[in-house]
Structure formats: C-alpha cells, structure tokens
C-alpha cells in the first residue's frame, strides 16, 4: 500500500470513531436542525400570507386616499369662495364708515 492510502484509511478510521463515540450529540443536531427548519417554513408561509394580506389592502387604501385629496381640494376651494363673499361684504360695510 501506498502512504497516500495508508493516510486516507487513517483519517477514515478517525472520522468513523469520532462519528461513533459522538452519536447522541449528532442525533441531537440533527433533529434540532429539522425542528428549526420547520419552524422556518412556517413562519414563512405565514409571512406570506400576512403580505398577501397587506397587499389586499393597498389599493382600497390608494383608493380612499385619492377620494380625500379629492374631498380636500373641494372643501379649500369652496372655503376660499366663502372667503371671499365673507370680505366683500365686510369691505361693503367698512367702506360705508369710512
């Protein structure tokens, strides 16, 4: 045999008994690993969900948002016509005083 393999079956040998004498701790791991890996998967399923969600409701948001800039513009311009009848009529009455 080559020293090359006598090196590769050494290292094998090594790995096989750390594996062996260290079972328990990789079974742990390993099942730990799984459990918080379906933990993941459910915490993105209800990630997903929840945006779906959010997403649902944007455009009545958007839609309810434009309706009151709408609703905004009307009221500044129908206060600044009140306004405006409001100083004329208060100029009317000045200008008589004077």
């Known amino acids: 045999m080559k020293l ?10 090594a790995i ?13 791991e390993i099942e730990e690993t799984g459990s918080i890996l379906d933990d993941i998967s459910t915490s993105y399923a209800k ?3 929840q945006a779906a969600i959010i997403k649902g409701y944007s455009q009545p ?3 309810m948002a434009q309706d009151l800039n709408y609703k905004f513009r009307v009221y500044q311009q129908e206060a600044a016509g009140h306004l405006q009848e409001i100083q004329a009529i208060q100029k009317k009455y000045t200008s008589d005083k004077l």
């Open 16 to 28: 096989s008994y750390w594996a062996v004498s260290n079972k328990d701790k990789i079974s742990q």
């Open 61 to 63: 948001i958007q839609e």
């Open 47 to 49: 990630i997903q969900e």
């Open 4 to 13: 090359g393999n006598l090196l590769l079956a050494g290292t094998a040998a």
